[in-house]
């Protein structure tokens, strides 16, 4: 089994010097108007209480006007009354903190690109993080949760690895779908009774990749005919699947899977639609990028 795994694991580096989709992120910026620039570029603010974000309340993402990096989930956003739209917490590596000339307020600049966003106070008592990143609205843009989609394909690690490889991609977490407990934790999931599988939520920008796009790299990046889990990963919540939102997403499954059947393939995919999704504990996000690792049961394989 160890000599099996050790050519897996030489096949996978072979493979990302094929892949079409490694490296894709290249650092393109986004042309900026005399305002954004003032404000972006050159440490500006907006008046308080006049950005679009303010009172904004949708789910999705907020991502850097300049580079379109994530950078807050709307879960994290209050209303803190100061004119600005406010955030007790940010995505993982997403902000840089840097202490200002005057030695008192504290500047967060996207972590990415540099661009400005405003200041990060903390000791107020908002809420329970105790912490406010001040953001101004015309350093964001925003990207709706119906720009988000779920797959199964084993260890979600390595799903996560892939997807967030690709062009277009804002952000990918790990987390469990598809089971009857609320709010599980990893351990629960991991004893087996819960009915949950480890599935990836992929916020996308679909002015630059497709859903389609997105379903294809799911099927290229694991074995969709192993019935029993992925790689050495055995039990349901390792099982491939597609959760999807709505019927234009389960017919794009569909048409996916016919066509790799049509290709001599014995798919065991299933695909559901989605339900509520639950985020694993930290230690589980970017798992491979913060152990500086590559991923031992997923690898890349042209099948479009």
């Known amino acids: 089994m160890k000599i099996l795994?050790?050519?897996?694991?030489?096949f996978l580096s072979l493979a990302a010097e094929q892949n079409p989709y490694a490296n894709l992120k290249e650092?393109?910026?986004?042309?900026?108007?005399?305002?954004?620039?003032?404000v972006i570029l050159h440490k500006g603010t907006e008046r308080p209480f006049s950005g679009k974000y303010y009172k904004h309340k949708a789910d999705g993402m907020y991502v850097c006007k300049q580079c379109g990096a994530p950078l807050y989930a709307s879960d994290t956003k209050f209303d803190s009354g100061c004119g600005w739209p406010s955030f007790d917490d940010a995505l993982p590596h997403?902000?840089?903190?840097?202490?200002?000339a005057d030695g008192r307020r504290v500047e967060i600049t996207c972590a990415k690109c540099g661009a400005h966003l405003g200041h990060v106070f903390e000791g107020e008592g908002f809420t329970k993080k105790n912490t406010r990143y001040c953001v101004n609205s015309i350093s964001l843009d925003f990207v709706p949760k119906e720009s988000?989609?779920?797959f199964a394909g084993g260890c979600f690690?390595?799903?996560?690895y892939y997807f967030e490889q690709l062009k277009g991609v804002l952000h990918v977490e790990s987390g469990f779908m598809g089971g009857h407990l609320k709010n599980p934790s990893y351990k629960q999931v991991v004893r087996g009774d819960t009915g949950h599988y480890e599935v990836v939520a992929v916020y996308y920008d679909?002015?630059?990749v497709s859903y389609e796009a997105l379903a294809k790299l799911f099927f290229e990046i694991h074995d969709a005919t192993q019935k029993n889990g992925q790689g050495p990963d055995i039990g349901e919540r390792y099982l491939s699947a597609v959760f999807t939102s709505?019927?234009?997403?389960?017919?794009?499954?569909?048409?996916?899977?016919?066509?790799?059947q049509q290709k001599g393939l014995d798919i065991a995919t299933k695909i559901y639609p989605a339900s509520e999704f639950y985020k694993a504990e930290e230690y589980?996000?970017?798992y491979y990028k913060r152990h500086n690792k590559k991923p031992y049961c997923h690898a890349y394989k042209k099948l479009f």
């Open 5 to 10: 795994w050790v050519v897996v694991a030489l």
């Open 27 to 38: 650092l393109k910026l986004n042309p900026l108007s005399e305002d954004e620039a003032r």
């Open 94 to 100: 997403a902000i840089k903190r840097t202490l200002d």
């Open 148 to 150: 988000v989609a779920y």
């Open 157 to 160: 690690w390595g799903v996560e």
């Open 206 to 208: 679909p002015k630059v």
């Open 246 to 260: 709505d019927t234009k997403e389960q017919e794009i499954a569909k048409k996916l899977i016919i066509i790799l």
């Open 284 to 286: 589980h996000q970017d």
